[in-house]
């Protein structure tokens, strides 16, 4: 669909098991992705930069995230994740790695959204998404947040699963989070709240 630019909104069947890479690189116009039930992979920069996507949901058996799926999808507010149903076992979803750097050569075509205030770009899986104020991931679904996951967003709130055993650094950096716990789950903890100024309570749980 690259370069679709008149698609508003896109809701696929259950038939679908992986979006492919740039899938969505230019449709501007689109606001609204709805994913049936079977998709499990969501390769790289899918819906990075498209500055008016709204809403998305993520399926129960969806297991991969590649590089910046959302980065830089600075309307994006809704993100939901569908419940497992009863009986079955959660797939563990992973998220793709960011990265930073301070230059960006012209001939790269890995895209950076966002920018800290000392000059330096990032993508990460939700890095920019200012409109993005709080998410809810099932119990069950991960055990990591990877680097630079929700770096420079608008995120305020974000409730760790008790399934999370690990948050690598970066990942919540300049957020507008106001307080955050940490289940007693997590056994490794990077720089992961960096200019976060807003933040006010750090609960640990025993």
Same mark, same amino acid.
């Given at each position: 669909? &690259?370069?679709?630019?008149?698609? #508003? *909104?896109? #809701? ?11 899938? !969505? ?5 689109? @606001? ?8 499990? *992979? ?9 500055? /008016? ?26 993100? @939901? ?9 959660? *797939? ?6 960011? #990265?930073?750097?301070? @230059?960006?050569? =012209? ?31 099932? &119990?069950?679904? $991960? /055990? ?8 420079? =967003?608008?995120? &305020? =709130?974000? @409730?760790?699963?008790?399934? $999370?055993?690990?948050?690598? =650094? ?17 056994? #490794? ?8 100024? *807003?933040?006010?309570?750090?609960? !640990? &749980?025993?």
């Amino acid at each position: 669909f &690259e370069g679709c630019s008149g698609i #508003s *909104e896109i #809701s696929f069947g259950e038939g679908l098991a992986t979006v492919g890479s740039y899938s !969505f690189k230019g449709c501007d116009a689109l @606001t609204k992705v709805r994913f049936g039930k079977g998709l499990t *992979e969501i390769k790289d920069y899918v819906f990075t930069g498209l500055k /008016n996507l709204q809403s998305v949901n993520i399926p129960y058996t969806a297991k991969k995230f590649g590089n910046g799926t959302f980065a830089g999808c600075t309307a994006l507010s809704t993100v @939901t994740f569908d419940q497992t149903p009863a009986g079955e076992t959660p *797939e563990i979803l992973t998220w793709g790695s960011g #990265s930073g750097t301070t @230059t960006i050569s =012209s001939s790269t075509t890995t895209p950076y959204p966002y920018t800290d205030k000392f000059g330096v770009h990032y993508h990460g899986t939700f890095a920019g998404c200012t409109a993005l104020k709080s998410l809810e991931i099932p &119990e069950g679904r $991960m /055990n990591a947040l990877p680097t630079y996951a929700f770096i420079g =967003s608008g995120l &305020e =709130s974000f @409730t760790i699963p008790a399934s $999370m055993t690990t948050i690598n =650094s970066y990942a919540f950096n300049y957020t507008k989070l106001k307080s955050i716990t940490i289940p007693h789950t997590v056994i #490794s903890l990077g720089i992961a709240f960096g200019g976060c100024d *807003e933040l006010a309570s750090v609960v !640990f &749980e025993e």
